[in-house]
C-alpha cells in the first residue's frame, strides 16, 4: 500500500516496538484535556511505553501554555489552525513513535485496563488492525458506544447509546467501526490507509476509518475490556444544531463514495442524495411545492424564498459532496483497486442497513420508495454470493471432484447464497442451492454475479477475464493433477504425454499465481504446493508480513465423510449380487481403477486366498468414470483380463462396470467386511489423498491399503487397519486374511476407526474453508499486483476475444474429460476454425 497518496509519514525518531501512542485533540477544552491526561498516571501500562501527544486546534486562549503546565510529560503541539478532529489526529500520530496509535476524546477518560487490553487483542491476531473500546457515560452506567451500525445512506449511528451497561456489551466482536472518543489502530497501518480523512473535518472520520480498513481486509474487533468513559458534552449546539446536520449529511456522502464497490454505490448514491433533500426539507416542514405553478397557480415575481437553514443542510451537503469529487475521486480509484473484501462481506457490520432512522412525517414513505425503486433492500441484506465450479459431471453418480464441491456448495450454503456450476454436466438438484450448467463465453454471468469463487480444474482457462478480476479465488488443489498426468497419459504417446503433463503443469501455476487461498488435501500435498508456490513468487514478503505461518495462504481440507452415519436401505452385494451370498467375506474396492493403482497384487492375493476361504468375494464398485470424458484406463482392462485367466470372475471377483450412484453408497459399503486401497510405488503415491479410503472410515470398515501415501502413515499410526508394501502378494495375503478372520484383531481396528472418523466429518475439515468465507480477503500480494494493474479498469475486464482464447477455453473445459478428449477436441477445433466453419 505505499503508492497510496495520503499516506502519513513515518516521524524521523522511527517507530518503537510495544509503544503506544495516545492522541487527544484540544479546541478551548483545557480543563477537560487535563483532566483526562492525568488519569493516564493511573494507567495499568508501563510509563515507558507510552506517550501523550496532544494537539491544539488554535484554541487560542491559552490552553498550550496551561496543558504544558499541568502535564510536562505530555508533547503538546499547536496546530497553528484549527484542522477539525481528524487533522488533529493525523498532526498527532505525525509526531507518534509508538507501534500503536490510540485516539481518546479530552473530554473522555480511560479505566485503568484499557491500554492492555487493547494491545492484548492486537497481539493474538495479525489480522486485527484496529479496536474499538467500550465507551460508558461518565458515571460508568449507560452505554455510550458498545457498537457501531451504518444506513445503506452512510450514517453511522450508535444503536445501543444510553441503554443500562450489562453482560450482553461484554462479548468481544468485529465491528464495522469504533468511536473517535475511544479506539486503537495499529500505527503503520493508520499511515498506510491515510488516517482520518480531513475533507470530514468532524464527524464519520471514525465511520470512513473503520469502513476503510474493513474493505482492505483488516478486521476491527470491539475489545469490551478496554474500557473507556465519556462526558458527552454536546459542544455544536452553540454554532447551530444546523452545522452539526450539514457535517453529518456531507460526510455520509463521501464516506460512501469512497468505501462502496461499483454495483453497490450505483443503486446507493442516488438515493442517498435524493433522501439526504427530503431529509432536510422534512425536518422543517418546509414546502417543497413553492415553486410549482401546477400546485401553486397563482405565482408571484419575488426572487427571494425565506427558509430555514436546517432545510439546506441537504444541499448544501450535496454541492460540498460536488466540490470534492476530483480529490475523492483519486481516493476511491486507489481504495476499489487494493479493497480485499466485496461489500456483501462487509454488510453484515452494517447491523441494520434498511434504517429509516428518523420519525418524521413525508420523510419516511419517501425513505420506503427510495429502497423499493433502487433494490436496496435486497441489495444490502443479500447474503454473500459464492460460486463453486467443478469440471466433473454432477449425476447421480459422481467422482471424487463432483462429490467434494457438492459438500462444498452444501455447508457453505448454511451461511451464504451458493450456485454449484458444472462445466461438464448436470443432472441433479438440491434444495439448498442452485446447481447449474454452463461453459465458455456465458461463463461470465455466473462470475460476475459471485463474490467467492471457488474452483477445481481448469477454470481459469475458460474463464480468463477471472485472472486480472477483482473477485476472491479460491484454488482446490487437493488432486494433483500433473503428478496423474505421468500415469494417466502413457496411452497418448510421447508427445502426447508430454504435452499433456506441460498443459496441466501450465495451468496449475496459473492458478498457484492468481488465487487468493489455496486448498490441498494433507501437510505432505502443503508442503509439496507451497513449493510450487514460492517457484510462482506467491511465498513473498507481503503474504509472510500478514501471517508467517502462510495458513491464510494455503491450508489443508481433507476430503471428508458425510456429516450423518451410513444407512442401509437394502442389500447391494450380498444375496444381491449373483455369485455372492449373504454369509460371504466381502471386499470392497470403492471407486475406479486408475493406471496408478495396483488391482493386479490384490486379485493375486485373493486367488491364493480363496483357496483357504472359499467364502472370500472382492467386489470392484467401479469400472467406468462416470465423466464421459475420462478414457478408459489400460489397467482396468489388466485387471479384468488376470481375473479371468485366474477363474475368478463371477466366482470370487466382482466387477460393476459402471459407478455406484452417490446416494445409493451406503447400501455396498454396509454389505462389506473389509475396504481395500492397493497402488503402485510412484510420486503420485506420495503426495496422493485416497478418496475411496473416507468411504471406509464413514462406514467403520477395517482398511487394508499400500503404503507410501498420506494414508497408509494413518492407518499405521491410528490402528484403522493393516499397510503393506508395494506389490508384496504375501503381505497383502496375510493382511487381508487377519482383516477378514481374526475377531479381536477387526473389533480394535473398528474402535479405532469409528474414533477417527470423527475428525474427517465433512462439517470439522472444510472449517479452514468456512472460516475463510466468511471473512475473504484479497491475497496481501495480489491486492498490490492487481491493484496498480493498468489494465484493472473494470471488475470483469478481459482482453478482446481471439482464437487463442477460444482454444484456450477448449482446453479448459474438455480437458476436464482427460488428456485423450482434450487432444481430440483441440485439434477439431483448430480444423474448423482453420475452414472458417462454425464452432
Not at 52 to 70: E, F, P
Not at 664 to 674: I, V
Request: one cysteine or more; hydrophobic letters at 40%.
Amino acid at each position: 500500500m505505499s503508492s497510496n497518496p495520503m499516506a502519513i509519514a513515518v516521524p524521523k525518531a522511527g517507530v518503537q516496538p510495544g509503544v503506544v501512542s495516545v492522541v487527544l485533540v484540544n479546541y478551548k477544552g483545557a480543563e477537560d484535556t487535563i483532566t483526562c491526561l492525568r488519569y493516564f498516571d493511573e494507567i495499568d501500562w508501563p510509563r515507558e511505553r507510552f506517550e501523550l501527544i496532544v494537539i491544539d486546534n488554535d484554541s487560542q486562549d491559552g490552553s498550550v501554555d496551561k496543558i504544558r503546565a499541568a502535564v510536562p510529560g505530555a508533547i503538546v503541539v499547536d496546530a497553528g489552525s484549527n484542522t477539525g478532529f481528524a487533522g488533529g489526529c493525523n498532526l498527532g500520530v505525525a509526531h507518534a513513535k509508538g507501534e500503536y496509535v490510540a485516539f481518546i476524546n479530552n473530554d473522555a477518560r480511560p479505566d485503568a485496563g484499557w491500554i492492555r487490553a487493547a494491545v492484548d487483542a492486537f497481539e493474538s491476531d495479525a489480522t486485527i488492525g484496529a479496536v474499538a473500546s467500550k465507551v460508558l457515560d461518565w458515571s460508568g452506567n449507560l452505554i455510550d458506544y458498545a457498537d457501531g451500525s451504518l444506513t445503506w445512506y452512510g450514517m453511522g449511528y450508535k444503536r445501543e447509546a444510553e441503554k443500562p451497561d450489562s453482560e450482553e456489551f461484554n462479548t468481544p466482536k468485529d465491528v464495522l467501526f469504533g468511536t473517535g472518543a475511544a479506539m486503537f489502530v495499529r500505527a503503520d497501518l493508520y499511515r498506510e490507509v491515510g488516517g482520518f480523512d480531513e475533507r470530514f473535518f468532524m464527524f464519520y472520520e471514525d465511520v470512513d476509518l473503520g469502513w476503510r480498513l474493513n474493505i482492505l481486509g483488516w478486521r476491527m474487533r470491539y475489545v469490551p475490556t478496554s474500557l473507556a468513559f465519556h462526558k458527552h458534552h454536546v459542544t455544536m449546539k452553540k454554532f447551530g444544531n444546523f452545522r452539526e446536520t450539514y457535517l453529518l449529511e456531507r460526510n455520509a456522502l463521501m464516506s460512501m463514495y469512497k468505501n462502496l464497490d461499483d454495483e453497490s454505490l450505483a443503486k446507493a448514491l442516488p438515493a442517498a442524495m435524493a433522501l439526504a433533500v427530503r431529509r432536510s426539507l422534512a425536518r422543517t416542514e418546509t414546502d417543497a411545492t413553492a415553486l410549482d405553478l401546477q400546485r401553486s397557480p397563482g405565482g408571484d415575481d419575488v426572487g427571494t424564498l425565506e427558509i430555514q437553514k436546517m432545510a439546506l443542510t441537504g444541499p448544501y451537503a450535496i454541492d460540498y459532496f460536488t466540490d470534492n469529487l476530483d480529490t475523492l475521486i483519486e481516493s476511491r480509484a486507489y481504495l476499489q483497486k487494493i479493497r480485499r473484501r466485496a461489500d456483501r462481506e462487509v454488510f453484515p457490520l452494517f447491523r441494520h442497513a434498511i434504517e429509516a432512522a428518523y420519525a418524521i412525517e413525508g420523510y419516511n414513505s419517501a425513505h420506503d420508495v427510495l429502497i423499493k425503486a433502487f433494490g436496496i433492500a435486497e441489495h444490502f441484506t443479500s447474503k454473500s454470493r459464492v460460486l463453486v465450479v467443478t469440471g466433473e459431471p454432477l449425476l447421480e453418480r459422481m467422482a471424487g471432484p463432483a462429490i467434494r464441491a457438492w459438500e462444498i456448495a452444501t455447508a457453505l450454503s448454511a451461511e451464504h447464497d451458493v450456485k454449484l456450476l458444472s462445466t461438464a454436466g448436470v443432472k441433479v438438484t438440491s434444495k439448498d442451492f442452485e446447481v447449474l450448467y454452463q461453459v465458455g463465453p456465458k461463463l461470465e454471468a455466473e462470475t460476475d454475479w459471485a463474490d467467492v469463487i471457488i474452483f477445481q480444474g481448469f477454470l481459469l482457462e475458460g474463464a480468463p477475464w477471472l485472472k486480472e478480476s477483482s473477485k476472491i479465488l479460491v484454488a482446490d488443489v487437493y488432486d494433483p493433477m500433473h503428478l496423474e498426468q505421468l500415469e494417466q497419459a502413457r496411452d497418448l504417446g510421447e508427445e502426447g504425454r508430454a504435452r499433456s503433463i506441460r498443459e496441466t503443469s501450465r495451468i496449475l501455476n496459473e492458478q498457484l499465481k492468481r488465487a487468493d487461498f489455496v486448498l490441498c488435501a494433507s501437510e505432505k500435498q502443503r508442503d509439496f504446493w507451497l513449493g510450487q508456490m514460492a517457484g510462482q513468487g506467491r511465498v513473498n514478503a507481503l503474504v509472510y508480513d500478514e501471517d508467517n505461518s502462510l495458513d491464510s495462504l494455503i491450508s489443508v481440507v481433507p476430503f471428508g465423510i458425510a456429516d450423518e452415519d451410513p444407512v442401509q436401505v437394502k442389500h447391494a452385494i450380498k444375496g444381491t449380487v449373483p455369485g455372492i451370498g449373504v454369509d460371504d467375506k466381502v471386499i470392497i474396492w470403492g471407486g475406479g481403477v486408475y493406471n496408478w493403482f495396483d488391482p493386479l497384487t490384490l486379485i493375486k492375493a485373493v486367488d491364493r486366498l480363496a483357496v483357504r476361504h472359499p467364502e472370500i468375494k472382492l467386489y470392484f464398485m467401479g469400472l467406468k468414470h462416470p465423466n464421459p470424458g475420462v478414457p478408459d484406463m489400460k489397467i482396468a482392462w489388466e485387471t479384468q483380463q488376470l481375473s479371468e485367466k485366474l477363474g475368478l470372475t463371477g466366482k470370487h471377483v466382482f466387477f460393476n462396470t459402471g459407478w455406484v450412484p452417490y446416494n445409493e453408497r451406503a447400501d455396498y459399503l454396509l454389505d462389506a467386511d473389509l475396504g481395500v486401497s492397493t497402488h503402485f510405488h510412484h510420486i503420485e503415491t506420495a503426495f496422493s489423498f485416497r478418496t475411496r479410503i473416507l468411504d471406509y472410515l464413514w462406514s467403520g470398515l477395517p482398511i487394508v491399503a499400500t503404503g507410501g501415501d498420506t494414508f497408509g502413515t494413518l492407518i499405521a499410526a491410528n490402528n484403522l487397519g493393516r499397510v503393506v508394501q508395494p506389490e508384496d502378494v504375501d503381505g497383502l495375503e496375510a493382511a487381508l486374511e487377519e482383516m477378514l478372520f481374526d475377531d479381536a484383531a477387526i473389533a480394535d481396528v473398528k474402535v479405532a476407526v469409528k474414533e477417527f472418523a470423527q475428525g474427517y466429518r465433512w462439517n470439522s475439515v472444510l472449517q479452514p474453508l468456512i472460516e475463510f468465507c466468511r471473512f475473504p480477503r484479497r491475497a496481501p500480494d495480489l491486492a498490490v499486483r492487481l491493484g496498480r494493474s493498468d489494465q484493472v479498469a473494470h471488475p470483469h475486464s478481459k482482453p478482446p476475444w481471439s482464437i487463442r482464447q477460444d482454444l484456450s477455453l477448449l482446453k479448459g473445459y474438455l480437458a476436464a474429460g482427460g488428456p485423450k478428449e482434450l487432444v481430440r477436441r483441440v485439434t477439431g477445433r483448430l480444423k474448423r476454425l482453420v475452414r472458417g466453419t462454425p464452432g
